[in-house]
């Protein structure tokens, strides 16, 4: 995912994904509805909202991966469902002292009771586990020491869906090809009864997403959202009078397609809207038509219909994303909030350097770029300060507005500084109102690859 401009982007986008002429000639990547998350390969979307904030936890391909190579599971989280922060890794399989494999780090989910953060992880061929912290960030610790369900004569316990319910009860689905559930006690770590097998929901194949919600004509209903029969999936649902069902196939979210080959459904309702997301290989096809499992996390604005059935989407790249208000840049802003950054790697590791505590901005080469969507500078802004590290000759950012090629607001050098993170600061020129803000990353010297590590900036 290297060294590609805005205009070879849309080009790759184009053919690779066979977009319609209007949206090929866009300049934007992002109206294209791209996947929200670049810098990684994610899957398995579970987002979660907690006052004003999404939590968005996803599983993690690691790169350069044919099949399914999973160790951990990620979290992003924004307020404005455009513009996302990565806080890396917040839990692995290392987490769970009796397994002793490398892989399997599949859907997970999590959900906050009591103060506590509860994450639901299936580790396939050992059951479904659960970790529990007092932050959303972690750290996230075993408290049982085993599995919590482990149906050991078969394969079928994954892809956890955890929901409270208005009286307090909550319950636990999960299951491919079967789908299974149990109430879960207060304690969110032990269940109370029998596991009930359901019977076969139409088109159902895994990734269970279990919800309510009142339609609008205030009558309750559950819903049942799962990645409808393989191969390719789509995304279906199903509806019930009650948590437990019986539950009535209702269709398709989004149906099924060639341009994705899998799917895992995560459904919100934020700051008034509804949102469905799910994962595609959108990103990399941007690189190769072969297959790989190296997935992407989507998202789109979803539609109810007055009975509370869900209005059909067409594919992620002709659905709607809207930012929802206006981004503060009057802040520190780690370098790893972005909209976009195609090319970008994340990291804490710095091989020449000391150890960061946060993630950083790395794999910087030139002509890539960081694009913030909707920065709100109100009356203006004077000056930007960044903080970089760079190993041999360094380089420069432009700061740019609406374009990676727009007008040009700032310009700052980063030296060699020994991969020592140091602060530098420029004015900033006609940095006023709301507008896409983009970090153009460019060559000082004849290196063009690697040019410096991006911790944070801040306006004034």
Request: charged letters at 20%; glycine letters at 8%.
């Amino acid at each position: 995912m290297k060294n590609r401009t805005a205009s070879t982007l849309l080009a790759a986008v184009a053919a690779a994904l066979t977009c319609t002429t209007a949206h090929a000639q866009n300049n934007s990547s992002q109206q294209l509805n791209l996947p929200i998350i670049q810098t990684k390969y994610t899957a398995d979307p579970a987002p979660y909202v907690h006052g004003d904030t999404i939590y968005l936890f996803t599983t993690h391909d690691e790169d350069g991966a044919g099949g399914f190579m999973m160790k951990d599971w990620l979290l992003y989280t924004s307020t404005d469902m455009v513009n996302w922060t990565d806080h890396g890794s917040v839990a692995s399989l290392r987490d769970f002292k009796w397994y002793k494999g490398n892989n399997g780090a599949w859907a997970e989910q999590v959900i906050e009771r009591n103060g506590k953060w509860y994450m639901y992880c299936p580790i396939h061929g050992n059951g479904i586990a659960v970790l529990v912290a007092d932050s959303p960030y972690g750290p996230y610790r075993d408290p049982l020491g085993k599995p919590l369900v482990w149906q050991k004569e078969h394969w079928n316990d994954i892809d956890p869906t955890v929901w409270i319910d208005d009286d307090g009860q909550a319950y636990m689905y999960w299951g491919n090809p079967e789908v299974y559930y149990v109430k879960l006690n207060e304690d969110m770590i032990s269940y109370s009864g029998d596991i009930v097998k359901l019977p076969k929901i139409k088109d159902y194949q895994e990734g269970p997403w279990l919800w309510s919600r009142k339609n609008a004509r205030g009558a309750k209903k559950w819903y049942l959202a799962f990645a409808s029969t393989c191969c390719p999936e789509g995304i279906g649902y199903a509806m019930a009078d009650s948590p437990t069902g019986p539950w009535e196939w209702k269709g398709h979210i989004m149906n099924h397609t060639v341009s994705t080959r899998g799917n895992h459904p995560g459904i919100i309702d934020y700051k008034g809207r509804s949102y469905c997301f799910g994962l595609n290989y959108d990103i990399f096809r941007l690189e190769t038509s072969r297959h790989a499992e190296q997935r992407s996390v989507s998202a789109a604005e979803m539609q109810y219909n007055a009975d509370g059935t869900i209005q059909e989407l067409p594919y992620f790249l002709k659905c709607t994303l809207r930012q929802i208000g206006t981004f503060n840049p009057y802040r520190r802003v780690e370098a790893e909030t972005m909209a976009w950054g195609y090319g970008l790697k994340t990291t804490r590791e710095n091989p020449s350097g000391p150890w960061n505590p946060t993630l950083f901005v790395t794999d910087i080469d030139d002509g890539e770029y960081i694009l913030v969507k909707g920065v709100d500078f109100g009356k203006g802004a004077s000056a930007i300060t960044v903080s970089c590290a760079a190993h041999l000759f360094g380089g420069n950012i432009e700061v740019r507005l609406d374009a990676p090629d727009g007008q040009l607001c700032g310009s700052i050098t980063i030296p060699n500084t020994a991969d020592k993170f140091n602060e530098y600061t420029t004015l900033l020129k006609n940095a006023r109102g709301v507008h896409d803000l983009y970090f153009v990353f460019t060559a000082s010297s004849q290196q063009k690859r690697n040019l410096f590590n991006f911790d944070w900036w801040e306006v004034r």
